[in-house]
């Protein structure tokens, strides 16, 4: 139909807090991005949408009908452990037409309310996560600039997904152009219909692809797609990422804004040894079987979704992390191990050879210890290990070890000297794999993928003889 509204949602992998406050990384912007707490998509708990419009406070969600300009930006402080904050700026820019925030639901053919909303679906939808043409029938483009930041060190966000949230009729039409690769991971159907529903991918160049949203039926259905970025889509100083984006409707059109969840691994050694963070993510796509370069009508019984399932990037050991609520200090370093679903294997990249062991045998001043890591990998990264031989509580630079872990392996060893101000008791070692060296160089501070685990080491002293008591025994 002609005066109709629909919209669609681009979708960030990383997740954001859901109650308004002034931003902890922002101080000129407010973080109002939401969970859904109503809607039939599987990922309602997944998916958090940024908003638009939020003057103040009181804009819960967002504020609809608010005239958006270049550089509007919507901000999202995202709580990580440790008491740290995963930062994300994403900003409009290269605008041509009048664009305006949107509340989905607005319009009673509109889609995205029945799959994410806050309060219902129609008018009684809270969530303001969309911008719209301002102008009836106009077509509207706009590239979105996103980048991340973990205590002012530029972190890379993984991908961008985009959603029909309206019945997209069959003279509608939208796309999206990034860095990397797109797969459709949601899906509204209406079979009954007899209107097909086309989709489309197309290869731009060696490293940009397009999704295209070519037509609809006008009938209760919509996609949702995730681009995931390649190496080539961030910016060599900020890790900023662009998506390019075009609409055209019958009526109004509109685009949302949101992220997808991350978990974050932390260290269990004592709280003296810092903070490492690993931020992973917790979500991937499964292969849709959508062929780039081939039309592709998904309102079909027999097209079947495969949607998002946990995700497995590198990791140490047997098994990967399973995320960390609260810091896990202790004594004995094993609150990883009884926390979360993975239980101890999530801890057991650290050798047995290595974990009890007689001062005598492994650690006196001089010995070569050569330690054999397995991990698992899908791209090229690094492992970094410490050992506190000085038992200042800390790890320092002259107890570090550092490996490459490339693809094509599935162990790495490293190696230490022990030194000669080495004290033969207890110790703590820490284990850090990540892809970017520079972000595991050190013991402490935040990592984007991978994984981080510490083991007590015991370090067995001679034995000790009451002189008292005859060692002879008759």
């Known amino acids: 139909m002609d005066y109709r509204n629909f919209i669609f949602g681009l979708v960030f ?15 000129n912007g407010f973080a109002t991005a939401a969970f859904a707490t109503g809607g039939s998509s599987p990922n309602t708990k997944d998916v958090l949408w940024l908003t638009w419009g ?64 806050i309060g219902g679906i129609g008018a009684r939808n809270k969530l303001v996560c969309g911008i719209k043409n301002g102008v009836s029938g106009k077509f ?129 050694a004592p709280e003296s040894y810092g903070v490492p963070l690993h931020v992973f993510n917790a979500l991937e796509p499964i292969d849709d079987q959508i062929a780039v370069g081939q039309n592709k009508n998904i309102n079909i019984g027999d097209y079947k979704l495969s949607g998002l399932r946990t995700a497995v990037g590198g990791y140490l050991g ?26 101890s294997k999530e801890e057991d990249a650290w050798p047995q050879e290595y974990r009890s062991f007689s001062y005598k045998a492994h650690y006196l001043p001089g010995y070569k210890m050569k330690v054999v890591i397995p991990y698992h990998t899908k791209k090229n990264g690094y492992i970094t290990g410490w050992i506190d031989f000085n038992l200042d509580g800390k790890f320092s630079d002259d107890e570090k070890a550092i490996v490459n872990a490339p693809i094509s392996a599935k162990t790495a060893t490293l190696e230490w000297t022990v030194p000669k101000n ?32 510490d083991t007590r080491i015991i370090i067995q002293g001679r034995a000790i003889v009451n002189p008292v008591i005859s060692p002879k025994i008759k």
């Open 13 to 27: 992998l990383l997740t954001i807090i859901s109650q308004p406050i002034k931003a902890q990384c922002f101080s």
């Open 422 to 453: 080495r004290i033969a008791r207890s110790t703590y070692v820490r284990l850090r794999f990540g892809y970017t060296k520079s972000e595991i160089d050190s013991p402490i501070g935040a990592a984007i993928g991978g994984e981080v685990e």
């Open 140 to 268: 509207v483009s706009f590239s979105l600039v996103c980048k991340a930041y973990i205590d002012g060190v530029p972190a890379r966000l993984t991908g961008v997904v985009i959603a029909d949230a309206e019945s997209l009729s069959d003279i509608e039409n939208f796309y999206a152009i990034g860095s990397g690769s797109w797969t459709l991971i949601d899906l509204l159907k209406n079979t009954s219909s007899r209107e097909p529903y086309v989709i489309r991918k197309d290869n731009i160049n060696s490293n940009q692809q397009k999704i295209s949203f070519l037509r609809g039926n006008d009938d209760r259905t919509g996609g949702v797609t995730f681009l995931t970025f390649n190496d080539q889509a961030y910016d060599k100083k900020d890790l900023s990422v662009t998506v390019d984006v075009g609409l055209r409707g019958g009526g109004v059109t509109a685009i949302a804004l949101g992220l997808l969840v991350p978990k974050t691994d932390t260290g269990d």
């Open 54 to 117: 939020a003057s103040s406070s009181r804009d819960t969600y967002g504020k609809a009908n608010v005239t958006l300009n270049n550089n509007s930006t919507s901000y999202a402080s995202i709580p990580i452990a440790g008491g740290k904050f995963l930062c994300i700026e994403a900003k409009l820019i290269k605008v041509v037409g009048n664009i305006q925030s949107y509340r989905p639901g607005n319009y009673t053919g509109d889609s995205l309310d029945k799959l994410y909303n």
């Open 318 to 343: 047997s098994v990967p992390p399973d995320g960390d609520i609260n810091m896990l200090f202790g004594k004995l370093a094993m609150g990883d191990d009884l926390d979360g679903y993975a239980g």
